[in-house]
């Protein structure tokens, strides 16, 4: 087939060095994003959790305003303040694993995302609240990578989606024998390094790549998942749209041929991601909350050694969290 390629709309912005998004891992410290769970916070949040337990109702029922959480709701103005003006990441240390059994910690973490924004569906049959583990089943090259031991490649998420969440939260539950460690890397720095020495690339990136139609999407997404590598948001600011699996597979699995630059594009733009010059590595902790900027973060996984043990295999949950719009998986 010929090679697709549309129209440029707008050229590429001009981000400036300077931003506080455009960081480099290596210069950063664990003050400059962990942030401890107050006090006043914990004791609210502790409060809760004793409500719950005298008259239990569904997690995805419940709504901030149905508790006193004033310190908690004024924390995460603070927290969102941070993911949208700084780092564009936190880790937010942490709930008590030790006390509160694994649905108390869901009912927490359900109404501390809430706090941020809405909690969405994260695929098309409407899950609401995912479980990232691999619980020791047989998996293929159509599997959902979060969910085998596999290391996941930089990316941020539902990057072919029509709504990509603004916010992904993690809760780590249990870590896993060895490995899985997390790594982040800003878009912002990424788009730096590309205007000043790729601004050829740069300007690909603003046209739009196909993507491959997950097994997670709607029956005919497959038709729509055309988008821009970066874009710029209504308020502003840039947004990034990159799995570079997920566009590899799309042009092979559906025999279009992705242009030169497109190819260069992709390959260049992944390698600075995960470059460990450039992105910033690290492990959660159990009870430890990772919140990231899905328009300008990407994230990725080091492949892991699980447990044997069922009980004691790697597990996160995750939230995303977009105000604004219906609930509903838009992909």
Request: with cysteine; hydrophobic share 35%; glycine share 8%.
């Amino acid at each position: 087939m010929s090679t697709d390629l549309a129209t440029l709309e707008r050229p590429p912005a001009r981000v400036s060095p300077s931003s506080p998004h455009v960081w480099l891992g290596p210069d950063l410290r664990d003050a400059d994003f962990v942030v401890r769970l107050p006090d006043e916070c914990l004791a609210e949040l502790d409060a809760v959790v004793a409500e719950q337990r005298k008259a239990p109702v569904p997690t995805l029922i419940l709504l901030p305003e149905h508790f006193a959480m004033s310190a908690c709701r004024q924390w995460m103005a603070g927290i969102k303040q941070r993911l949208d003006e700084g780092l564009g990441f936190v880790i937010l240390d942490r709930l008590p694993v030790d006390r509160w059994s694994k649905r108390e910690l869901t009912d927490i973490y359900w109404l501390i995302g809430s706090l941020l924004e809405p909690p969405v569906a994260q695929d098309w049959p409407g899950t609401m609240i995912y479980d990232v583990r691999h619980d020791g089943q047989p998996y293929t090259g159509e599997t959902r990578t979060a969910l085998t031991p596999e290391g996941l490649d930089m990316h941020n998420d539902s990057s072919m989606g029509e709504a990509p969440p603004n916010y992904i939260s993690l809760l780590c539950l249990n870590t896993a024998k060895s490995g899985g460690k997390s790594s982040l890397s800003s878009a912002y720095a990424a788009h730096v390094h590309f205007q000043d020495r790729h601004p050829d690339l740069l300007a690909r990136m603003y046209q739009p790549f196909y993507r491959h139609h997950q097994e997670y999407q709607a029956p005919d997404a497959g038709k729509s998942n055309w988008y821009p590598i970066f874009g710029i948001e209504p308020d502003g600011g840039l947004r990034i749209r990159f799995n570079a699996r997920v566009i590899r597979r799309g042009y092979a699995k559906t025999g279009r041929v992705l242009d030169e630059a497109g190819v260069q594009s992709v390959e260049m733009l992944d390698g600075f991601l995960g470059n460990p010059e450039y992105r910033h590595d690290f492990f959660m902790e159990p009870g430890q909350m990772q919140i990231l900027n899905n328009r300008f973060i990407v994230h990725g996984r080091t492949p892991y050694v699980d447990h044997d043990e069922p009980e004691k295999r790697r597990h996160l949950l995750r939230l995303w969290l977009r105000k604004g719009d219906r609930r509903q998986f838009r992909g």
